[in-house]
């Protein structure tokens, strides 16, 4: 068949392609999956997960097999999440479907981000949704970029937010159109440059991808490197063999040479780069009050 259609109510709308004096809406009711073939490529279907009005999307529709079983986490077997840093929290909360009192956020570094990598499908996106920690009226994302790849390294603007308070203490999850997207990506990464308080820490979960998806072309699977924060190198120890021995001072026993401390946990720590802003007034995240104030909210 060239169109497979599966509806929860019993009289089937037309598809946004067709005509309609009524076409589904992001606040419609109507909610559809919809599966063609390719013209191109018979044998690769693309599924289409739209959002109509509920915020189970692509993630959600993998984490239970297409509808058909309970809602198990994708992350291992059909996805890999990846972060920039974490001052707190579970990766797995970044995919959550339903919003409870999932923790997660990054410590307050300049251009904070997760990224989402699918395994075994592509996604051309048409919206995505985010959510904001429940009971933490503060830090809520205002100024971020969507962007797609498919290697995790080169990546392309999706979409750019600027200042944008749709995240906010009465609404704490929303859903953001990405228009006119042609092609297929394999990642896709959410990348804050700042939050409410003037920080960095990127604070969020229930993460979810609405649009066309199809199997990978194994041909075209280029596999990418690690995504880990990029971190100034270490001191190093200088060893004691490559140090010149002092004279004796007796002539039984010559004096030990003197060893090159090695750097602390606190000269590492200094060593991990920060935001160029400074903290917020009120102690925001990632500063020496943030975790104290985040662990409040629990």
């Not at 999440?81 to 479907?97: A, K, M, N, T, Y």
């Not at 590492?268 to 985040?294: C, K, R, W």
Request: with cysteine.
């Amino acid at each position: 068949p060239t169109a497979c259609l599966l509806y929860p109510h019993p009289t089937p709308p037309l598809l946004p392609s067709q005509e309609s004096p009524n076409p589904p809406t992001l606040s419609s009711p109507l909610c559809y999956i919809r599966r063609t073939p390719l013209p191109h490529v018979m044998s690769r279907m693309t599924t289409s997960v739209h959002f109509t009005g509920s915020y189970a999307g692509i993630l959600y529709w993998t984490g239970t097999r297409g509808n058909t079983t309970s809602w198990v986490n994708p992350i291992g077997e059909h996805i890999r999440v990846s972060v920039s840093s974490v001052q707190r929290g579970d990766l797995s909360h970044l995919v959550e479907p339903v919003l409870d009192r999932q923790v997660f956020f990054t410590k307050n570094h300049a251009n904070s981000w997760f990224c989402v990598e699918f395994l075994n499908v592509e996604v051309r996106p048409t919206a995505y949704t985010l959510a904001h920690r429940v009971g933490l009226p503060k830090y809520f994302i205002r100024t971020w970029v969507f962007e797609g790849s498919n290697d995790g390294v080169g990546w392309t603007f999706l979409s750019r937010h600027f200042n944008d308070a749709t995240l906010n203490e009465r609404q704490l999850r929303a859903v953001f159109p990405v228009p006119d997207i042609r092609d297929f990506y394999r990642f896709f990464r959410v990348r804050l440059q700042q939050n409410s308080a003037g920080t960095h820490a990127l604070v969020c979960c229930c993460f979810d991808i609405f649009g066309d998806m199809r199997p990978l072309d194994p041909s075209t699977i280029r596999q990418a490197p690690p995504q880990v924060p990029v971190q100034p190198p270490p001191r190093i120890r200088v060893a004691n063999t490559a140090l010149p021995l002092p004279p004796p001072t007796t002539t039984t026993s010559p004096e030990e040479p003197t060893p090159v401390d090695a750097p602390s946990a606190t000269d590492l720590d200094s060593l991990t780069p920060s935001s160029s802003v400074p903290p917020a007034e009120d102690g925001g995240v990632g500063s020496s009050t943030a975790v104290p104030a985040i662990n409040n909210a629990d």
